[in-house]
């Protein structure tokens, strides 16, 4: 068995959200903090994509930040190829790290420098790493880039204000394509744009994905996309995975009750005669999460343990990781 690409082990992130000190002296609060991601582990193959889903706020998008190093872990480790991230950040192999791992982030519309072209724009890594030396490389190769993304090249004279939020988005591909790394990060790529975009984008990344061979971690709150994308797909709630299972097994056979909620509540377009459920409840506060089983509040199947005592996230069948008394104790049919 070949080692994963990326490996993230006990992964914690808090924010310290205090109001100033003079408003908490007058006032006689204490500090107050919000644990963003909280114990989240998880292994990506080579040439795999993992999906994380869940609802907004959950801590996919604190996660995906994690791994680039945009933000430093309150605990855990980031693997990638072997080497901890916040090692290799922090040492002279960062600049080499950084063109083998990049992220395509959520908004096309604020990603893009508005006072740039295009060209400036995907040329700026090339620039960084001195991946091409050159006026006429440059553009050369930045042509090619956007070609890959169905792009025109001659679009490199444009600025973003002159695209599309879809051709944007493949402006964001484009750059982040451009250090040819072996790692996507991908936060919710499609989210801001319609539905036929969205499936030509993600066409175009499962494409590139074949072609060269590259690993995701794909952010998303849409199941369809992420039924269409994913190998393996995370279910992340209040900060923790609570159901890590393959794509075509989580699907057919969700376990916790949280996933059954959200698959639940697909509008069933096949006409099967399938009840429609609503998702039941609200995302409790982060800066007063509930005792044991954050989901506890909403799951018809809680009990006294599930109140009192937080579940790990263990092997349940066929490679399935479930965080749930219910289904450990066979309370889950």
């Known amino acids: 068995?070949?080692?994963?690409?990326?490996?993230?082990?006990?992964?914690?992130?808090?924010?310290?959200?205090?109001?100033?000190?003079?408003n908490r002296v007058v006032e006689?609060?204490?500090?107050?903090?919000?644990?963003?991601?909280?114990?989240?582990?998880?292994?990506i193959?080579?040439?795999?994509?993992?999906?994380?889903?869940?609802?907004?706020?959950?801590?996919?998008?604190?996660?995906?930040?994690?791994?680039?190093?945009?933000?430093?872990?309150?605990?855990?480790?980031?693997?990638?190829?072997?080497?901890d991230i916040a090692k290799t950040l922090a040492g002279p192999g960062a600049l080499k790290l950084r063109r083998r791992m990049q992220m395509i982030f959520q908004d096309p519309y604020a990603s893009l420098n508005p006072r740039w072209t295009v060209q400036d724009i995907v040329a700026e890594p090339l620039r960084e790493h001195g991946l091409v030396q050159g006026a006429q490389s440059l553009r050369t190769r930045v042509g090619e880039l956007l070609s890959a993304v169905g792009l025109n090249p001659a679009d490199a004279a444009k600025f973003p204000h002159q695209f599309s939020g879809g051709q944007r988005q493949r402006i964001s591909i484009a750059r982040a394509l451009a250090t040819q790394p072996e790692f996507l990060v991908c936060d919710e790529p499609t989210s801001a744009l319609d539905v036929?975009?969205?499936?030509?984008?993600?066409?175009?990344?499962?494409?590139?994905?074949?072609?060269?061979?590259?690993?995701?971690?794909?952010?998303?709150?849409?199941?369809?996309?992420?039924?269409?994308?994913?190998?393996?797909?995370?279910?992340?709630?209040?900060?923790?995975?609570?159901?890590?299972?393959d794509k075509a097994e989580l699907f057919a056979r969700p376990r916790h009750p949280y996933t059954r909620m959200l698959l639940d509540a697909i509008p069933d377009i096949h006409m099967s005669g399938r009840a429609r459920t609503p998702v039941q409840g609200e995302v409790p506060n982060p800066l007063n999460p509930p005792s044991g089983c954050s989901?506890?509040?909403?799951?018809?199947?809680?009990n006294e343990r599930c109140r009192s005592e937080r579940p790990a996230l263990l092997d349940s069948f066929k490679g399935v990781r479930v965080a749930c008394h219910a289904v450990a104790e066979g309370r889950a049919g």
């Not at 990326?6 to 003079?22: E, G, I, N, Y």
């Not at 989901?295 to 809680?302: G, I, T, V, W």
């Open 1 to 22: 068995m070949s080692t994963p690409l990326v490996q993230v082990q006990d992964l914690a992130k808090v924010f310290d959200v205090s109001p100033p000190w003079l």
């Open 28 to 43: 006689r609060k204490p500090k107050a903090f919000v644990h963003a991601v909280d114990g989240v582990s998880f292994a």
């Open 45 to 83: 193959e080579r040439g795999q994509t993992l999906a994380l889903v869940g609802e907004s706020g959950c801590g996919k998008s604190t996660v995906a930040r994690l791994l680039v190093g945009l933000y430093g872990a309150t605990r855990g480790s980031v693997s990638f190829d072997g080497e």
């Open 196 to 245: 036929s975009v969205q499936a030509q984008v993600l066409n175009i990344m499962k494409d590139l994905q074949r072609q060269q061979g590259l690993t995701y971690l794909f952010i998303s709150h849409n199941l369809a996309v992420v039924r269409h994308v994913a190998d393996q797909v995370g279910v992340m709630y209040l900060g923790r995975i609570v159901e890590l299972a």
């Open 295 to 302: 989901f506890h509040p909403r799951c018809p199947l809680a």
